[in-house]
Structures are given as C-alpha cells and as structure tokens.
C-alpha cells in the first residue's frame, strides 16, 4: 500500500514540477499564458493533441463497451478518430491562420469577431460551456475511482478525486496552456506504454494471442462479428458513429484550442499523418482486453464493466506493471481533464466583457481556482454523474458539440455566411438533438447528432441565402 | 493546355482527393461483412483487419493532402 500511495505521490509531483517549469518558460501574457505562445512544435503539439483526445473513456470504457458489444468497438472508434484528423486541415489550418492574424485564442471569440457579432459569440460560447463543465466534473470522479480501486478502498473515491484536480489545478494554474502540453507528453507517453504493457501480459496469462482469441471465440462468436454480443453495431449506429468523431471532437474546446498552440503548419501536417498510425493500435488494445475478458471474467456486474482492463492487468500482470497501467490511466483523465479546464478558464476570462483588459492571465487564473472549486463542490455535495440534467448533458456531450460544426466551416469558408444563420443553426440544432435523444422524433436507429448535424447544415446554408437575397432585394 | 493545368491545380486536384476520402468513408461502413465471424491472422476477425488497412489507408490520403493541396502561407 505503501508503494501505490508513493507512486501516486511521485506522478504528482512529477506533473507539478512540469507545471512549475513551465512557469518559468512563461510571460505574463494572454496569447503565451493560454496558446504557449503559439510554440507547439510537432512533436509537443501530437501529443497534447492525442493526451487530449483520449480521456479515461479510450482507456477504460474501450475495454467495457468491447466486453458488452464486442469487436465492434474498434472499428467505430479507429477508423472514426483516425477520418477526424482530416479536421487538422479543415479547420485546424485556417484556426491557427486566423489565430495568428488577429489574435484569437478561443474558439467563440474565432466565430464571433469573423462573423462581427458579439450575440453569435456568446452563443456559441454558451454551448460550449454547458457540455463542457458536467464533463470536467465526471473526470474528476473517475480519477477518484480510480485511486480509490488502486489503494483499495483505504483512500475513498472523493478524496481522491478532490487531491487529482487540485494537483491538476496546480499545475495548470502555474504552467498554463505550456504546462498542459508539457504534461501532455508525459502524460500521453505513460498511457501508450501502459496499454502495450497491458496487452503484452494479458495476451501472455492467456496462453498467447491466438489462444486468447479461439477461447473468447468459442465462449461468444458474436463478440467478433456486427451487431455484437448484445446487438448494439446495426448499420445505422456503425454509420453514425463513423462519422460523429469528425463532427464533434474539433468542437471541443480543448482540442480547438489546440490548434491556436503550433508554431507552424508543418507541426500541424505532421500530427495530422501520425494520427491514424497511433489509433490503429492504441484503440486496439483496450477492445481487444475487453473481448478476451470473457475468458476468464464470468460475474461481472454492470458497474464493474469500465474496469475490466485493469481487473485483466491485475489477473495477468505483476502489480508493479498493475500500478503503472493504473497510473497510465489517471493519466488518461488528467490529460483531458487539465485541457478542459484551461479552455473553460481561457473562456471565462478572455470571452466575457470584463473591463479591466490587461488583467486577462490573472482572471483566467482565478478561473481555473473557481471551476476547481466548484468541481469539488459537486464532488462533495455528493454530485452523481449518471443522473439529472448533469447526466443528460454528458450523455449529449458529442451531439450538442457537433451541431456547431456547420457553423464552423461556413465561418470558416463561405463568406455569404450570416451571424443571425449561425445562432438559428446552432438553436435550432440543439432543439432537434433534445427531441431525437428523448424519442420525440424518431432517429430511425442513427445517432441525434446526425440529424442535429443535417438540420444545423439546413439551417445554415438556407438562412444565410435568404437573409442575402432580402438584403439584395432592399439594397435593390 | 495552360488553361487545362491551371483548372488542374485550381481545382482537379481538390476534387480528386475530396473524391479519395469520400470512397474510403464509405468503404468503412462495410454492410456486407456484418454478421461474418470470419477468423484471420492470430484469430482476429477478418472485418478487423479490413478496418485496420482502411485506418492506414488514411495516412496515405493525408500525405496526399499535404503534397498536392495544403499549401503553406504566411500570414
């Protein structure tokens, strides 16, 4: 036990000592505090891109949803991430362009100051506030869990999840944007060599990776074809979810802006080549984990599902490499964790119209103290995840993100855009993926964002050539 | 011929790869391999693998990207 709390410790510190030297790499100014400077070199900005991406979800719930569906899980998620990356240049190469020029540092004020409207930048600022906030808070409880599973019990899931942002609130509030990718690093490299660990000793406990796969298979073929053990893969879903990732995962805050951070537009060509070559097999180890947990996990209770890898490590592996794939995974949580809570601060501060304009690095730093405290609050007051309007709002999270995308790339590329389309798109959006998420309006088995990403489209193109041709016909 | 080129470079090349990265999504909703537990390689599905070239696939699209259409300003 003693071992797990000085690993713990010593991970910690380690992230605390990047922050503090990425404090001392810093200027006190808005564009070095929160875009680093817009330094990110390729191999800084891969990796706080991929840290970022792959929260404790690709960590854990990859190997839970491959135990309950199957294989399945794999393809959605690696050919889906891996088509996304093509947004690197889509929107990743005009962002930092943009951001370059003017000086933009979050997403909102991009869209606002193109379109020159302040209505449409709080709009869409607001959307991005709402599915963010519950999502920081649920990484923060599922840091807790984990520590509470590594020292089994002896440390409860709050006090764990309480030492976890306020050690990420450190180094974020001392490192900014700087400090995170610096973590990132580590942090992504800690995850990658956890799950090679984890396959190489769950695949040598099973006799082998043949022989784990012929024993999964005869225990359930279905886990190795669509629809899957439980039906879940129908065409309609396999489509919707290969084309979701595109949509959404740019939308996130922390990963839009990511794009503002390179130094130059080769670090962004060259994170946009290496990602599909790092899905393909970082998301095949968890799914794999996942199947081959049938083998020898026969009693699994669904809120035992998302620990499944680390109860296969814990089987298979010595706890030395245990602990390390456990850390790999706080790790996994941190990494998004410590990214939202920058954007969300660097919104907070840079986006609202407070007067004091100089003070933007001390605002957002206070920001970052607030949204942790608040974060806190919740955890202590008891704050369940899974239900509530909360719970709804992280369900949603991906559909209620994607629906921006069309105003996005109509910002970005079509100059007969209109600021009053943009906010009809973006509400009108948001209203469809509420109807279709609570059965109002049949989805015919696709996922609501794609309809809410189809109407938020509508919405955009036609609106924006009405409003032209009324302008034309009272100019005329 | 010059006319020809400069409607290449303007726009062929877009289109082309545009058309590139339209075939390969639609390759990835592979309908037909559905209910296939078809055994390959070490016991992988065979879907799986099929996944797999096709995720490689796109880093050669996105090294076309780069080479043909992303080309780098400064602003």
Same mark, same amino acid.
């Given at each position: ?47 706080? /891109?991929?840290? $970022? ?6 960590f854990l719930?990859f190997a839970g949803?491959s135990f $309950? ?40 004020? /991009? ?56 050690? /990420? ?17 580590? !942090? ?7 799950l090679?660990?984890s396959f190489?000793f769950v695949a040598?406990g099973l006799?082998?990776? !043949?022989?784990a796969?012929?024993?999964s298979? !005869? ?48 670090? /962004? ?15 095949f180890i968890p799914v794999v984990i996942g199947v081959w947990a049938h083998?020898?996990l ?10 499944v890898l680390p109860m296969m490590v814990?089987?298979f ?8 794939v ?13 990214? !939202? ?115 938020? $489209? ?19 | ?75």
């Amino acid at each position: 036990m003693i071992l797990v709390l000085i690993a713990i410790l010593l991970f910690f510190l380690l992230l605390l000592v990047i922050g503090f030297i990425a404090r001392k790499k810093s200027v006190d100014t808005a564009e070095d505090y929160f875009v680093a400077g817009r330094s990110f070199g390729a191999i800084v900005l891969f990796f706080s /891109l991929v840290a $970022t991406n792959f929260s404790a979800f690709t960590f854990l719930g990859f190997a839970g949803k491959s135990f $309950t569906s199957g294989f399945g899980q794999y393809g959605i998620m690696a050919f889906g991430t891996g088509f996304m990356a093509i947004s690197f240049y889509l929107i990743g190469r005009k962002v930092w362009r943009l951001g370059k020029i003017h000086g933009y540092i979050t997403p909102a004020e /991009l869209v606002g100051k193109q379109m020159n409207s302040t209505l449409l930048k709080y709009v869409f600022m607001a959307v991005l506030i709402v599915f963010t906030v519950p999502y920081l808070a649920t990484q923060a409880i599922g840091a807790g869990m984990l520590i509470m599973q590594l020292t089994e019990s002896v440390i409860s899931w709050q006090i764990g999840a309480v030492v976890t942002m306020l050690v /990420l609130m450190v180094y974020t509030f001392l490192g900014g944007m700087r400090g995170s990718g610096w973590t990132d690093v580590v !942090q992504g490299i800690l995850m990658i060599s956890a799950l090679v660990l984890s396959f190489v000793f769950v695949a040598q406990g099973l006799g082998g990776i !043949q022989a784990a796969n012929a024993a999964s298979f !005869q225990q359930s073929p279905t886990l190795f074809s669509r629809p899957g053990l439980d039906g879940y893969f129908t065409v309609q879903i396999w489509f919707s979810f290969m084309i979701l990732w595109l949509f959404a995962d740019p939308m996130f805050p922390q990963l839009f802006s990511r794009f503002y951070t390179a130094k130059d537009e080769k670090a /962004l060509k060259w994170t946009m080549l290496c990602y599909p070559a790092v899905v393909v097999f970082v998301f095949f180890i968890p799914v794999v984990i996942g199947v081959w947990a049938h083998v020898v996990l026969v009693d699994i209770g669904p809120s035992e599902i998302d620990m499944v890898l680390p109860m296969m490590v814990q089987l298979f592996a010595p706890a030395g490499v245990y602990l390390f794939v456990m850390i790999g995974a706080l790790a996994a949580l941190m990494s998004t964790a410590d990214s !939202q809570l920058l954007s969300l601060a660097t919104m907070f501060s840079h986006d609202l119209p407070f007067k004091k304009k100089n003070q933007v690095v001390k605002r957002g730093r206070l920001f970052i103290f607030l949204l942790v405290f608040g974060a806190i609050l919740f955890i202590l007051l008891g704050y369940d995840p899974s239900v509530g309007i909360m719970g709804t709002l992280v369900k949603g999270t991906f559909s209620g993100l994607a629906v921006l995308f069309p105003t996005v790339m109509a910002v970005l590329y079509w100059e007969k855009t209109t600021a009053l389309s943009c906010i009809s798109s973006i509400l009108i959006g948001e209203i469809s993926i509420f109807l279709f998420q609570f059965g109002f309006v049949d989805s015919l088995g696709f996922l609501p964002a794609i309809w809410g990403i189809l109407i938020a $489209t509508v919405v955009v193109i036609f609106g924006s050539l009405v409003e032209n041709k009324i302008r034309q016909t009272n100019t005329s | 011929m010059g006319l020809r080129r400069s409607l290449w470079n303007a726009f062929g090349k877009q289109v082309l790869i545009s058309c590139l990265f339209i075939i390969i999504f639609f390759l990835s909703i592979d309908v037909w391999n559905w209910n296939k537990p078809i055994l390959g390689l070490f016991g992988f599905p065979l879907w799986i693998w099929y996944e797999i070239m096709l995720t490689l696939t796109l880093v050669l699209a996105y090294f076309a990207v780069i080479r043909f259409i992303w080309t780098e300003e400064e602003p």
